[in-house]
Structures are given as structure tokens and as C-alpha cells.
């Protein structure tokens, strides 16, 4: 299958497919085959920096552990169908003595404990990563997505995960894999602006008088505990951006920017107005106000032009909630 | 005032109210049966409560609403009024706030709703048609109501009405033949058996003592006998059950990372799948009333059209207010609830979904089926 051949809609982030398909094998969604949990793998870490002596380091996307078989694999969730020579070999010479020193992975029998290396990618990428894997020497199974996740090279060590990968797995369309990573560094900036809205709408009427930049992040994301520090760093530039950006323009009569008393250089949001104070017919408007704004938001950050304001937004507002005029 | 006392008051008035629960606007003051709702209940920042900071929260929604809050000899039951309306709310279970009144139900309920739409943190509890069906089997079973509206979702044309077979089932019967006119209401409506009431006795023989209650979608009972002993067992079972189908939710789903801020981590959590025994039929009219934050189902949300059958949602619960994410498919609906996020959101959906989707749609919540 060419590359073009296994297309995705616009709106599904292509690299992120690989990574939550395999997460999703490890949980027990009812809509994605959960072919390592049924397997007696349990997921231990994700984006789990290990490093192998005299090797290098490497992120392990996805450690799963099986406790009774005493083994791990580490996959390596590709994004495309280039292969890093230096990660691919880290890859390939982790021990569990590694994974566990250094990954703070606990095995039930740490002396005999086993790790093994696989790859996983979308069935478009696999002949190119197949071919990069092979051209530097390296004998890592490969698995990839299609209809069916299929072992596509080498053997797993895990005799039955190997069997049951080569006989292939099917799987549902792949745009609707379980999506519990929602952003990496190439998320554009329109893809964060909706679940950064929703989670501002959900503070606003929980009453929370003022949030940080933290907490939003802390909400939207669901690994954001995990996450390195470069994506954090990258992830939260764009978060005070788009909060700057609202808090100026679409949210600038519902919230505002402030400092934290506690340290000058983070931000804090604070709402202006007590949408709950208002009855349930007015709050209910007010909501469907702010939905056209997101939407609007949305917009015009994927077209990536300034905010004006128009006739059609000014007029959404509602008795009582107008802006002050001072 | 104690547990006891209360306990006497509420016995005393059982045994002199009118057991026609439908018609108790008729009924003269101090007739109607005993009301016993279960609520729920948070911080205000969405943390859970403990048995000090309920009786906080308590004292907070009073102060704002005008009611009256007196201590008594119990630490966690306490006695409230406003007017002519009196409750006994007991916060032993600190989440779970049972709230006994003998007071005239329209007034109770205008409270109660007025309260519900002004704090997040305070909610009904969402009894899912079978789970109402549970509690009736432990009981003798005396009536029951059915109200299912999918025009309330679907708001489809009248033309299309003339072929819907079960738009609106709404079906209300007391007696003790209810069980069977069940078995008929399932051979020709069996996907729009949404309970909203469910009547049913209980009796001791030895003691001759005996309670009729009525338990409705919202988790309100309706109570008249002779034993506040059999009442309180049949809250508390219900209790029991409510509160374990919300707390598997949220061990079960809630979808949270662990890590030391350093890269690495685990996530724990998995989604939960509501499937539509049958497809929608209308798609875009159901995600469009989904996310219209309006009632039943109260949903903010950002849609993100991936093919015309499929949409992913950023969605807020505007009761609850959690936070959560959506995929929706003819077939299903697929819910990753947040860090945060309050198991009764789920109840709430199903509930809702039940009484105007397919009254057999189930939530199965993962169990570990698997041994590691």
C-alpha cells in the first residue's frame, strides 16, 4: 500500500495513531482489541527515557510488563518511516537490567527478568522502516496498522504475542483508535485551541474564581504527568499564548489575565462574571454563547488571522451580560 | 435531636400518610408520604468531601439560600428549614447526602431543583433503569412508570412520526399485576422500557411490619407504612449500589497520569463504551442535541467532524461541570473522563440516553478480567 493509500481525515493527527493504538492493546476499550492486556501485559510506563550503557538514551514510548512470564516490551511508536540510526540501536541493546535501573520499571524477578524491543508504525511506513531496520543490522520486530496489526517482521520472544501478531489482529478504522494521547510537538496550535477552550468553559462553571496555567494543562492533557520536559515546555508556551490570545479577544468579557501572588512571572485567569448567578434560561444562552466562540476561536486560528470583532458576535450578548462600558 | 428521634418522628409519620402516592397534591397537610432523596455531593472545587467539610458545604448552600441549619446530638445529621419546608439531612456518607422530609412535595422539589442548577457540585443521583429494577426485586413489586421520549432528541417531522413504532412510551400502572403487564410492554416496546418510577413492598411477617416505596429516576423515594427500619434498609441498599456503580466509574475510567514531571509515567484509566443496541438513526440530530447545553442532556462541546459517521468531541458537562472527551459513531459512544471527573456525569448520560435513545443501552465498566 502506497503511502497516499492509507490517508487519514484532516483532522486525525497521523503520528499520533501509532503510539495510542498500542495503548489501546494494553487497555480494555470495547471498540479496540485489547490483544496485550488479553495477553497478561499491563502498561507500565509511556515516553519512559532508558538508557543503555555505552549506547545512549532513548524514550521508550510504551512499557508494558507481563508479571507472570517476568518480561517487558519496549515499543517504539513511529510517527513516519524514518528510523534513528542511535535510538534504533539503544532500542536494540537494552537489557532489563537497563530498563529496570534506569527506566524504574519493577519486575516481579529482577535476576531473570527479559525485556525485548518492538516496532510498531501504520502499514503505509512499514516497508520503509522494515528496510532502515534491516539496512543497519538490526533484528527488531516490526508491527504494523492497517486492518489488521500484523507482525510483519522477525519473531517476538514472547512466543504467544508472536503467534497471535502474525496471524494479524484486525483492527476498526484507525481514525478511531482510543485517543489517550492528544498532542505531541507537531499538534498545530488550532488543534490545542479546542480542548483548551473546553477546559476553561468546564473551570468557569465549576466557579473556580482563578486558575493557573498549570491546572489547565494538568486537565486538558491526561498523561501531562508524563510528558518530557520539552513537550511540556512546548505545550506551554502554546497554552499561554492561546489564554493571552482569548483573554484578550474572544473570552475578554468573561476572563482576565492577573499575576500569581506567589511567583510574578506565572500567569493566573481570572473570571469576570458569575455565569451562575444568572437563572438556568440565561446560562444556558450563555453557554451556547460561548460555543460559537470557541468555534469562531477555532477558526480563525487555523487560518491564523487577528481577532475582529463583528456586528454578529457583539449581538450574541445577552440581558445582563453586557460588557461595562467604562 | 438524634438518630433515634428521628428515626420515631419519621415511623410515626409513616403510619399516618396516604399510601396513593400519585395523588398526594390532594392530599391534606402532613399526608403526603415520606420523601427520602439521595444527593450527591462535592467540594466546591470538585475535591471530594470528608465528613467536616460536608457539613461545611452544607452550612455554605444554606446560608446562600435562606435555609436554616441545627445541629444535633449526631454529628453528621443535621436538621434544615426554610418556611414551611423541614428536612433531616444526614452526611454520614459524606458524598452520598440522605435527606429525609416530611414536607410538601412541590416544595421540596423546586428547592431541591433550584439547588441542583446552582451548584455544580451538588446533583441527583441517576439510577439506570436496571439498577431501579434491582432495588424493586427485593420487594414485592407494586407499580411502575415508563417515560421514554425520543423526540425529545430526535425531534423528527410528524411525517416520520406515523412510522416510528415507539417515539413516545409513556405508561404509568399500579397493582400487583405489574410484572405482568410488563411481559406485555416488552413484546412490543422492548427498547423504550425506560423506568422513571418503581413501586414495590416489603414486608417483615414476623413482625407484621411493612414499608411501600417508590423509588423514581432521580433516586427519590416515596415512602408510607409502618417500619422506618425497612425503609432505611431499602435506602441504604440502594445507597450501596449507586454509590459502588460510581465508584468502579471513576477507578475504572478516570483517565490520569503518574510521573515525576521529568518524562515518564503511567496512565491509568480506560475509556468507557456506551453501544446503541441499534444504530442511530439521525446522527447529526443526535451530536447536534448532545452538545446544545440544553436539558435532558446538558453537554458543552466542541465538535470535530472526522468522517460524516464519526465525531470526536471536547466536551464539558455543564451539571457536573467535568470535563470529558467524546467519540460518537451510529454504533457508540465512546467516554474518556477526565482526572477529575465525577463518576455521576456517566450516570447522568446513561440515564438520559435510556430515556430517549434506547432504554437497553449499558454501560459496561472494565473489570480485570485478565490476571496479570
Redesign the interface.
Known amino acids: 500500500m502506497s503511502r497516499d493509500e492509507q490517508s487519514f481525515p484532516a483532522t486525525i493527527q497521523r503520528d499520533l495513531v501509532p503510539v495510542n493504538a498500542v495503548i489501546g492493546f494494553l487497555k480494555r476499550d470495547r471498540k479496540w482489541p485489547s490483544a496485550l492486556y488479553d495477553l497478561g501485559y499491563r502498561l507500565a510506563m509511556i515516553e519512559q527515557p532508558v538508557s543503555a550503557a555505552a549506547v545512549g538514551t532513548a524514550e521508550i514510548d510504551v512499557i508494558c510488563l507481563n508479571h507472570k512470564q517476568n518480561h517487558a516490551i519496549l515499543w517504539e511508536c513511529k510517527s513516519g518511516c524514518t528510523v534513528g540510526e542511535k535510538q534504533a540501536r539503544v532500542y536494540a541493546s537494552i537489557s532489563a537490567e537497563d530498563v529496570q535501573r534506569t527506566g524504574n520499571i519493577t519486575f516481579p524477578h529482577a535476576a531473570s527478568a527479559s525485556v525485548e524491543p518492538v516496532y510498531c508504525c501504520l502499514e503505509s511506513d512499514c516497508g520503509a522502516v522494515v528496510n532502515s531496520l534491516k539496512n543497519l543490522g538490526l533484528t527488531i520486530p516490526v508491527v504494523s496498522l492497517g486492518k489488521q496489526a500484523v507482525l510483519v517482521c522477525g519473531q517476538l520472544n514472547d512466543a504467544d504475542a508472536s503467534i497471535h501478531f502474525a496471524r494479524g489482529i484486525n483492527l476498526p478504522p484507525l481514525e478511531e483508535v482510543p485517543r489517550f494521547l492528544i498532542a505531541n510537538t507537531q499538534t498545530p496550535k488550532s488543534g490545542l485551541a479546542g480542548p483548551f477552550f473546553a477546559t476553561i468553559v468546564s473551570f468557569l462553571r465549576r466557579q473556580t474564581g482563578k486558575f493557573s496555567l498549570r491546572h489547565l494543562l494538568e486537565e486538558t492533557f491526561p498523561d501531562w504527568e508524563c510528558m518530557g520536559t520539552d513537550l511540556r515546555r512546548h505545550l506551554s508556551s502554546v497554552a499561554r499564548e492561546i489564554v493571552k490570545d482569548l483573554c484578550e479577544n474572544e473570552l475578554r468579557d468573561f476572563a482576565r489575565i492577573g499575576k500569581a501572588s506567589h511567583s510574578p512571572n506565572e500567569i493566573m485567569i481570572e473570571f469576570t462574571v458569575d455565569v451562575l448567578g444568572h437563572d438556568a434560561s440565561m446560562r444556558t444562552r450563555t453557554f451556547q454563547k460561548l460555543m460559537r466562540l470557541a468555534y469562531e476561536y477555532i477558526e480563525r486560528t487555523k487560518e491564523n488571522r487577528p481577532y475582529e470583532p463583528t456586528q454578529a458576535v457583539e449581538s450574541l450578548w445577552l440581558p445582563g451580560l453586557e460588557p461595562e462600558q467604562n | 435531636m438524634d438518630r433515634r428521634e428521628m428515626a420515631e418522628i419519621l415511623e410515626e409519620y409513616l403510619r399516618n400518610v396516604n399510601v396513593y402516592f400519585d395523588r398526594e397534591k390532594e392530599f391534606p397537610k402532613g399526608r403526603g408520604p415520606l420523601k427520602t432523596y439521595i444527593m450527591e455531593a462535592h467540594r466546591?472545587?470538585?475535591e471530594s468531601l470528608d465528613h467536616r467539610n460536608a457539613a461545611k458545604t452544607l452550612a455554605g448552600i444554606a446560608d446562600a439560600n435562606g435555609l436554616t441549619v441545627r445541629d444535633t446530638h449526631d454529628e453528621v445529621l443535621f436538621q434544615v428549614t426554610k418556611g414551611e419546608v423541614g428536612f433531616f439531612f444526614d452526611l454520614l456518607d459524606p458524598r452520598f447526602w440522605v435527606v429525609h422530609t416530611m414536607s410538601n412535595i412541590e416544595q421540596c422539589e423546586e428547592l431541591f431543583k433550584s439547588l441542583v442548577?446552582?451548584y455544580?457540585h451538588l446533583d441527583y443521583t441517576w439510577p439506570s433503569s436496571g439498577l431501579m429494577r434491582s432495588i424493586q426485586g427485593n420487594g414485592k413489586s407494586l407499580g411502575f412508570a415508563v417515560d421514554f421520549d425520543e423526540t425529545q432528541i430526535f425531534a423528527a417531522p410528524e411525517s416520520h412520526l406515523i412510522d416510528e413504532p415507539n417515539a413516545v412510551v409513556k405508561f404509568r400502572f399500579g397493582g400487583t399485576r405489574a410484572e405482568n403487564w410488563l411481559k406485555e410492554l416488552e413484546s412490543f416496546a422492548p427498547d423504550a422500557l425506560a423506568f422513571s418510577m418503581v413501586k414495590f413492598a416489603r414486608e417483615d411477617q414476623a413482625t407484621g411490619s411493612y414499608i411501600i416505596d417508590e423509588l423514581n429516576e432521580q433516586g427519590r423515594f416515596k415512602a408510607a407504612g409502618n417500619s422506618i427500619n425497612l425503609h432505611n434498609q431499602t435506602v441504604s441498599q440502594f445507597l450501596y449500589s449507586y454509590r459502588s456503580f460510581i465508584l468502579d466509574i471513576e477507578r475504572a475510567a478516570r483517565?490520569?497520569?503518574?510521573?515525576h514531571?521529568?518524562?515518564?509515567?503511567?496512565?491509568e484509566?480506560?475509556?468507557l463504551?456506551l453501544?446503541f443496541p441499534k444504530p442511530l438513526r439521525s446522527f447529526k440530530t443526535f451530536v447536534k442535541e448532545l452538545?446544545?447545553?440544553?436539558t435532558p442532556l446538558k453537554i458543552?462541546?466542541?465538535v470535530?467532524?472526522?468522517?460524516s459517521d464519526?465525531v470526536?468531541v471536547?466536551?464539558?458537562d455543564?451539571h457536573t461541570?467535568?470535563?470529558l472527551?467524546l467519540?460518537i459513531?451510529p454504533e457508540?459512544l465512546?467516554i474518556?473522563l477526565?482526572?477529575?471527573a465525577c463518576g455521576n456525569t456517566v450516570a447522568r448520560l446513561l440515564r438520559n440516553l435510556q430515556s430517549h435513545v434506547d432504554s437497553t443501552i449499558k454501560l459496561?465498566i472494565?473489570s480485570e478480567?485478565?490476571?496479570?
Open positions: 466546591s472545587d470538585g442548577e446552582t455544580p483517565i490520569r497520569s503518574h510521573g514531571g521529568e518524562g515518564g509515567g503511567s496512565l484509566g480506560d475509556p463504551v453501544e452538545v446544545s447545553c440544553r458543552w462541546g466542541i470535530e467532524e472526522v468522517r464519526f470526536q471536547e466536551a464539558v455543564l461541570s467535568s470535563r472527551r467519540d459513531t457508540y465512546r474518556y477526565g482526572p477529575e459496561h472494565p478480567s485478565v490476571p496479570a
